[in-house]
């Protein structure tokens, strides 16, 4: 089992629609995460949040980390088949060094 | 921008053979990761160094030993290979706080048989 479930695991939709991607722990961290990964390459950082409650937007995307800093959500608003790709989120762990740990990811497929 | 390099890209090991991943960083990060990445599993941390001279365990430290040469380098051992251990290994390195970015190399994909 991992640290950090991640839900859906998969996600095909049509262009134009909303989505919500979940990402949820019984841990408590100092930040979290979201990461974009395309194939073949390394995963990229979208956003962090840090505080409790924090909401972020990245143009299409809304970003909102849990008030209990144990989960988090990724929405995005009308996707594009530019969207298309593997979103991962990360838990950062504190206390003098940075440890990060990765939710099992969820493949999302936005069809024209 | 070299940010995170790691060699090599593609290996084919044979069950038993030993090998070592290179990692180099040339961002003055601090902290250096490895993880594996199987299909549906997303990245598993194998090993991590929050500086130079320090190692801890990650999720799946099995098989695998690690080396902070220095603060640029982090390498990966695998002492004696075996077929669980096909996966797509990445490197990564980030600087120290909440807010730090997690740089990432282009990946090592390894196929032990």
């Known amino acids: 089992t991992q640290l950090l479930e991640q839900s859906p695991q998969f996600l095909s939709i049509q262009e134009g629609e909303n989505l919500t991607v979940y990402c949820n722990s019984s841990?408590?961290?100092?930040?979290l995460q979201w990461y974009r990964q395309e194939p073949g390459e390394g995963p990229v950082l979208l956003v962090t949040v840090v505080t409790g409650g924090e909401v972020k937007k990245l143009k299409r995307l809304t970003f909102q980390f849990g008030d209990a800093r144990k989960d988090s959500s990724l929405h995005i608003t009308a996707a594009q088949p530019g969207d298309t790709g593997l979103y991962l989120c990360?838990?950062?762990?504190?206390?003098?060094?940075?440890?990060?740990?990765f939710g099992a990811g969820t493949r999302l497929a936005v069809h024209p | 921008n070299a940010g995170v390099t790691q060699t090599p890209k593609f290996q084919v090991l044979k069950t038993g053979q030993s090998m070592t991943l290179q990692c180099a960083q040339d961002m003055n990060h601090n902290s250096m990761y490895w993880y594996r990445q199987d299909p549906g599993m997303g990245l598993r941390l194998i090993y991590y160094?929050?500086?130079?001279?320090?190692?801890d365990k990650g999720e799946v430290p099995n098989g695998y030993n690690v080396s902070r040469l220095n603060k640029r380098e982090f390498s990966l051992r695998l002492e004696s290979a075996a077929p669980s251990q096909t996966s797509v290994y990445f490197c990564a390195s980030s600087g120290f706080g909440q807010n730090t970015e997690a740089f990432f190399g282009q990946g090592t994909r390894l196929t032990v048989v």
């Open positions: 990360a838990g950062v762990f504190s206390g003098g060094y940075n440890k990060l740990i």
């Open positions: 160094s929050a500086s130079e001279g320090t190692t």
């Open positions: 841990s408590v961290f100092s930040s």
